[in-house]
């Protein structure tokens, strides 16, 4: 049999797991993959910055469902990866990292470009290996992506010593993966399963609350028949939009501390809440003392052991994959009779939900034209007026995210990508740009921040080399927007470093060979966004907003959802 070198061996590693884009950034200890890389018919994207490639990775992985992949250099290459690392981590997203390596017989002597990245992204990852024998590496790289996409998703990184990479052994890609250690629970417990619908027959107000754990499993069409067939309305998380038709009137939108008054209100009072794919994340429950203190039984449906009971003690556990959990469901709901009874008394609590969201809707701006100065809300308008609502909207973090998150209509599953857990800055660019080669066919808009643009603007330079049609969207106060909103309400107007001084925009989008264009009156936007929208490739469009716009309602810093400040 031809004997390959170890780069040759994870290029047809990675054509054998399906890769056709790949994430990167070269250096000198990652060289040999990169050139056996030149002869494959992987498609490369050179990022910026490893971080980019990190988020772009991301993205892609958000899109298509498939474990994004990064390839970067040892020592700063590696390190420059961790912030997306644990991004990734902390959202549940695949991703496979292959860094270079100084050789094995250089570590821990404090060589050129060496850093243990095994070590420094061990409470980050999923799992890392450092590849010691060629013999391995076939293995360890189907081990890699079994991991990355397998139960709860996460981030592997497989190391890789320059002489691994330039020794050579026969290739045969394994079949199957078996790790003993790792055997993730797919099915869920029939008992289980039916005492949860016991538990939702019993209730009067029951309500679901659903987080990214859906969309990851693709089980969005098992939860849509599901709450409609029973009628029981939907909150979802920042990570969870989408996953219901924000359209049906069953749905509530998100929860939480920028939740609305109808929504938030709903938990305060449901007596049976069936959490799905979701970990009663902090920013969800406020203070946990006082999360849905009327529920009589909470049920926690997820495929992650070590999320049941972390946070908020359940009731009825159940541990499986979403898909596979809400399929047994459904086959049990319809086996009993006497649904259609339990509907006409969970209509009633429907429509009570539905009466609290009338008494405080969210942003009573009035009419957006009479305002000299550009409403974020009058925005997040135009951008659906001109997309129909059917795109992918990739988002960095702070005040534009929730005005996103709780104004813009979601439709289907894979169309939010935003960073939840870890709350990165940055994020934006580089993932709209990974979800756009993964679904080329898709309008793709990025909505930042003038702070959080400046992280990776970078990257508007990746976009440009390979043509990606993209939209980003700048609401810029000149501020760092959220941090000012805090400093504002809970520091006494104190504002400690927040104010921020921005280059030009426009230019420099021209400067990377984009084009720019700039907003700075209400009169002028329905015109301005729909000229930049129909301008093909990479497009930036800087819109001034007045640094006095606050995200409304909020939960206050350890206050429950009842305690919600509305101005």
Same mark, same amino acid.
């Given at each position: ?46 990022? /910026? ?82 590849? +010691?024998?060629?013999?391995? =590496? ?31 052994? #026969? ?54 028949? =599901? ?69 009589? #039984? ?13 946070? &908020? ?29 339990? +509907? ?9 939900? =539905? ?30 007026? =001109? ?96 941090? /000012? ?29 984009? +084009? ?22 990479? &497009? ?6 007045? +640094?006095?716009?606050? &995200? ?9 959802? #009842? ?5």
């Amino acid at each position: 049999m031809k004997k390959l070198t170890g780069a040759q061996i994870v290029v047809e590693s990675l054509i054998a797991e399906g890769v056709d884009v790949i994430f990167g950034y070269p250096g000198g200890a990652i060289l040999p993959t990169y050139d056996a890389l030149l002869d494959s018919k992987i498609k490369h994207v050179l990022v /910026r910055h490893e971080q980019g490639a990190t988020h772009m990775a991301e993205g892609y992985a958000r899109v298509s469902g498939r474990p994004g992949v990064v390839i970067v250099t040892s020592g700063p290459g590696a390190t420059n990866t961790v912030t997306g690392i644990a991004d990734a981590y902390m959202d549940s997203t695949p991703m496979v990292v292959l860094s270079g390596q100084v050789s094995t017989s250089l570590i821990g002597n404090d060589a050129f470009q060496e850093a243990d990245i095994v070590g420094i992204t061990r409470p980050c990852t999923k799992h890392n290996y450092l590849v +010691k024998d060629v013999r391995d =590496l076939a293995r360890i790289v189907k081990e890699a992506f079994y991991i990355a996409g397998s139960g709860r998703p996460g981030p592997v990184v497989v190391d890789l010593p320059k002489d691994v990479q330039q020794a050579e052994h #026969s290739f045969k890609y394994p079949d199957k993966v078996d790790l003993r250690s790792y055997k993730p629970t797919i099915r869920g417990n029939p008992r289980q399963i039916e005492r949860a619908i016991e538990a939702i027959e019993k209730s009067e107000k029951p309500l679901f609350y659903v987080g990214g754990g859906v969309q990851w499993s693709g089980a969005a069409p098992e939860l849509t028949q =599901l709450a409609r067939g029973l009628g029981i309305p939907i909150c979802e998380t920042l990570m969870g939009l989408g996953s219901f038709p924000a359209s049906d009137p069953l749905c509530l939108g998100m929860l939480g501390m920028h939740g609305s008054y109808g929504t938030n209100t709903a938990v305060c009072n449901t007596d049976c809440l069936i959490a799905v794919g979701a970990r009663f994340d902090d920013r969800v429950t406020g203070r946990i003392a006082d999360f849905a203190p009327k529920a009589e #039984s909470i049920i926690h449906i997820d495929i992650d052991p070590s999320s049941i009971s972390k946070n &908020v003690k359940v009731d009825v556990p159940i541990v499986g994959d979403i898909k596979s959990v809400l399929t047994d469901f459904l086959k049990e709901v319809r086996s009993r009779e006497g649904i259609a009874r339990h +509907k006409a008394r969970w209509a009633k609590w429907h429509q009570q939900i =539905l009466e609290w969201r009338r008494e405080r809707p969210l942003y009573q701006n009035g009419n957006h034209s009479e305002r000299e100065s550009v409403s974020p809300l009058h925005v997040i308008e135009e951008m659906h007026n =001109l997309t129909k609502g059917d795109c992918i909207i990739a988002t960095d973090v702070g005040q534009h995210q929730m005005w996103i998150a709780q104004l813009f209509p979601f439709e289907r599953p894979r169309s939010l990508l935003t960073s939840g857990g870890l709350g990165t800055m940055g994020y934006g660019l580089p993932a709209g740009i990974g979800a756009k080669f993964a679904a080329p066919d898709r309008k793709v808009i990025v909505v930042s921040g003038d702070g959080s643009i400046q992280m990776n603007i970078q990257e508007l330079g990746t976009a440009v080399q390979y043509g990606v049609d993209i939209k980003v969207v700048i609401l810029n106060n000149h501020f760092l927007g959220m941090v /000012r909103q805090w400093q504002e309400r809970f520091y006494d107007e104190r504002y400690s470093y927040s104010a921020m001084s921005v280059p030009d925009f426009v230019k420099l989008a021209d400067a990377y060979g984009a +084009k720019g264009f700039r907003i700075e009156k209400s009169k002028d936007l329905a015109r301005t966004m729909k000229d930049a929208f129909a301008t093909p490739g990479p &497009v930036l469009i800087d819109v001034v907003i007045p +640094k006095e716009e606050a &995200v409304m309602p909020m939960i206050p810093p350890g206050g429950a959802m #009842s305690e919600m400040l509305f101005a």
